[in-house]
């Protein structure tokens, strides 16, 4: 079956940097808007930014200009370069894989916490 598996998470000072990773499997992952997701304690899961299959990314507000989105088609692998952590950036992040028509597919989660 299909496979998004997140890595890269971990424990970071604020102001440190973080890059996730998401590796898929089973999908045609070059037509495919690949996104990160974001689901912090006592709160509905966000769109943290999404790339489509042409390279356009999309930011949520709250980390424009601090996280970047890539994707490599070679690799059927996604990144999320995190700059300048904040506290509140604290939460497991989610790959999300989406196709019109399709189902949508997401990973297991990876946890971020941003604390000194």
């Known amino acids: 079956q299909v496979q998004l598996v997140e890595s890269g998470g971990g424990l970071v000072q604020p102001g440190g940097t973080l890059r996730l990773s998401c590796a898929a499997s089973?999908?045609?992952?070059?037509?495919?808007?690949m996104g990160w997701y974001r689901q912090a304690p006592g709160k509905q899961r966000e769109l943290v930014a999404h790339?489509?299959?042409?390279?356009?990314?999309n930011y949520a507000d709250s980390v424009k200009g601090r996280f970047t989105i890539s994707r490599d088609n070679t690799k059927n692998t996604i990144y999320l370069q995190m700059n300048s952590l904040k506290p509140e950036d604290t939460a497991v992040y989610y790959c999300?894989?989406?196709?019109?028509?399709?189902?949508?597919?997401w990973g297991q989660g990876t946890q971020v916490t941003v604390s000194s």
């Open positions: 089973r999908i045609i992952f070059s037509r495919y808007v």
């Open positions: 999300n894989a989406a196709l019109t028509g399709t189902p949508t597919f």
């Open positions: 790339i489509t299959s042409g390279g356009s990314t």
